[in-house]
């Protein structure tokens, strides 16, 4: 069984487990009496495909061991999710939207910090990218980075100080507006202009989405590739139409378990199975069915017409997230240069 939690709900779980702030106290819980339930800390465009994949992996699960697993899942912005399970959100698997977020928790204790080698590609069983998408027609003639700054387009985006998929959008047009429009001076101009043409900063990218999808505010959504295939498809009436920008990044979303709290838990050999099982080819076939990108060779060639080539810049040219992170998101760094004092106002939280 799956069991979805809001925020608030997986905070009253963590209540439930006894977890005082950042201090995990699980022995003789009720919440982890049964060693095959478990806690997914999710980023939030993820959703869909972990309702699908708990499924999945119940019916494996049960099929191995003889037992029906209790799988809860919790959803939000991948910064803030992080910084939930630093603060006792016992979540047995993290799976969030850049490896700086399971880095921040791997500092605390929590995980190990060789989290990264334990499963293939980097601990990485799905990547995506960064693309816009635009209502029927593209009424704003749409069509690359420097579209997007021109006056009287609306962006809807949501905030780099608080979701995963918002710094990934930040690297990929930074990386745009420095081999386009010349250097680092430009980029920074560049994101000064984006983010001046941003209406509404919502907290994680799925919020974004419903903003324009269904508040219906914004002439482009710049954002995760699965979310904006996931909403042609609920829209079911050609009311949007992705754009491809000429330069991207290659989203890579990873995956963890978390030591500490599998360990009180007694929860290891569930968890570990959770995320091993992802890269199998059945989880794979559902991963590109779900809009992600999957690694499995046979699913990929499946999805080639879903996911086409594309020209995409990867974190490793940016130093990787220990040196992108302080360097654009950190206190002082090129987001809060961009905006000078007025920074942090406008993003509403420093990092």
Known sequence: MAISLSRRQALKFSAAAGIAAGTATFAGSPAFADANT??????????????????????????????????????????????????????DVVTLALAYDIDAIAKKGLIAADWQSRLPNNSTPYTSTI????????????????????????????????SGGARWNVLAAWAWAEKN??????????????????????SGAHGSTLTFTQRKIG?????????????????GNGEFEIIRP??????????????????????????TE????????EAQDLIGANFYRPSDPAAVAKYATQFPTLDLVTIKDFGGWQKAQPEFFGNGGYLDQAFGASGSSFFGISS
Not at 181 to 202: C, E, I, M, R, S
Not at 219 to 235: N, R
Not at 255 to 271: E, R, S, W
């Open 38 to 91: 478990l806690l997914n800390v999710s980023f939030d465009p993820t959703a869909q495909l972990y309702a699908a994949y708990d499924k999945l992996f119940a019916t494996h699960w049960a099929t191995k061991t003889g037992t029906t697993p209790t799988l809860h899942y919790s959803h939000g912005g991948s910064g803030a999710q992080a910084r939930a399970v630093i603060e006792g959100l016992p979540a």
């Open 131 to 162: 693309v816009f998408l635009v209502r029927k027609g593209n009424p704003k003639k749409i069509k690359d980075w420097g579209d997007l700054i021109a006056p009287g387009v609306q962006i809807v985006a949501p905030n780099p100080k608080t």
């Open 274 to 281: 959770y995320l091993t099982y992802l890269y199998s080819p």
């Open 246 to 271: 000429s330069l991207s990044i290659l989203a890579e979303p990873p995956v963890a378990l978390v030591d500490k709290n599998v360990a009180a838990h007694g929860t290891t050999a569930i968890a």
């Open 219 to 235: 002439d482009v959504l710049v954002g995760w590739e699965s979310d904006a295939y996931l909403s042609i498809k609920e829209a």
């Open 181 to 202: 429009l010349g250097g680092q001076k430009a980029a920074l101009t560049y994101l000064q202009k984006f983010f001046a043409n941003v209406p509404v900063l919502d």
